[in-house]
């Protein structure tokens, strides 16, 4: 229950908050749009806006921290915002990555390096070499990643690992996909109004509480964060049992 705060006390989470908040930080276009200015705009003060969430995460006690910063399918749009995002990722870790490993985040990066470019490539190996030791919280951006993606690639490296296809469990399974590294996420937040997953963390949300809000990624703030806490502690999560104390479960044990 001891996290480490951005600016490196131990913060004790309260149970009320999630242990791992996965974000699907989206709205960032029509938030340049609405301001008549290029998507990539957009795309640049979310980044900030990533930087400012990791703090005030860490400061709630949140340890695992995961973001979708490019899916498997962006790849769709135009060359130019495709490359403005893969720029941001050059200017983003040579801006922030000394300030990150110093405050003791340690940076996880899921999804498929394979096809990204070789300064890409570079930088996401840099950033987790150099905060791998870290003992704050765990940031995982999601890039180039999806969902489907995820369990096809950990499927196939459990097999190619000698594993038995009859022995494939869900527990050997998990061991392989991107996330491996983190408990489920409790608690799914999207932003930009849009209610749906977009082949995010398809294996890994079996039982995150979601929390959909209209607010565009640049304009998220601490308050929109502690909306989505509120949300969540106030969601009963039952796993598939029954309430405590209400049923068969607590009253018998080992009941149907
Ligand atoms: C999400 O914002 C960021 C990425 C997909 C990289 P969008 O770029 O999807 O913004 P909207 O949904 O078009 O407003
Ligand atoms: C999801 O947003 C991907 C990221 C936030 C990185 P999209 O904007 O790509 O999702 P759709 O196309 O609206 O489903
Ligand atoms: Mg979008």
């Given amino acids: 229950m001891t996290a480490v705060s951005a600016a490196g006390s131990p913060v004790t989470r309260s149970a009320s908050v999630p242990r791992h908040v996965a974000i699907v930080m989206d709205g960032n276009g029509r938030w340049a749009r609405k301001r008549f200015m290029p998507r990539v705009f957009g795309h640049k003060f979310g980044m900030e806006t990533v930087v400012k969430v990791i703090d005030d995460c860490a400061s709630r006690g949140v340890e695992y ?8 399918e962006n790849w ?24 990150l490993a110093k405050d003791g985040i340690r940076i996880k ?26 003992t704050g919280l765990t940031l995982t951006v999601a890039f180039n990643y999806g969902g489907r993606w995820d369990i096809v690639q950990a499927c196939k490296r459990a097999l190619a690992d000698g ?68 949300a969540y502690a106030s969601r009963d999560r039952r796993f598939g049992g029954v309430k405590e104390g209400a049923g068969p479960i607590s009253t018998n044990g080992a009941s149907a």
């Avoid at 921290?65 to 498997?72: E, I, N, R, W």
């Avoid at 749009?77 to 720029?87: K, T, Y």
């Avoid at 749906?196 to 565009?216: G, I, K, M, P």
């Fill in 65 to 72: 921290l995961t973001v979708y910063a490019f899916s498997s």
């Fill in 163 to 230: 594993n038995p296809p009859e022995l494939l469990s869900e527990d050997v399974l998990s061991r392989y996909m991107a996330l491996a590294h983190a408990p489920d996420p409790d608690l799914f937040i999207r932003t930009g109004g849009e209610v749906r997953v977009s082949n995010f963390l398809l294996w890994q949300l079996a039982y995150a509480e979601f929390h959909f809000t209209d607010c565009l990624w640049p304009d998220f703030d601490v308050a929109e964060l502690d909306k989505a806490i509120a």
């Fill in 76 to 99: 769709k749009r135009p060359d130019e915002e495709v490359s403005g995002l893969m720029n941001l990722v050059l200017v983003g870790v040579s801006k922030y990555l000394q300030r």
């Fill in 109 to 134: 990066v899921a999804g498929d390096r394979s096809v990204v470019s070789e300064k890409v490539r570079q930088a996401w190996n840099e950033a987790e070499a150099l905060t791998a030791k870290n």
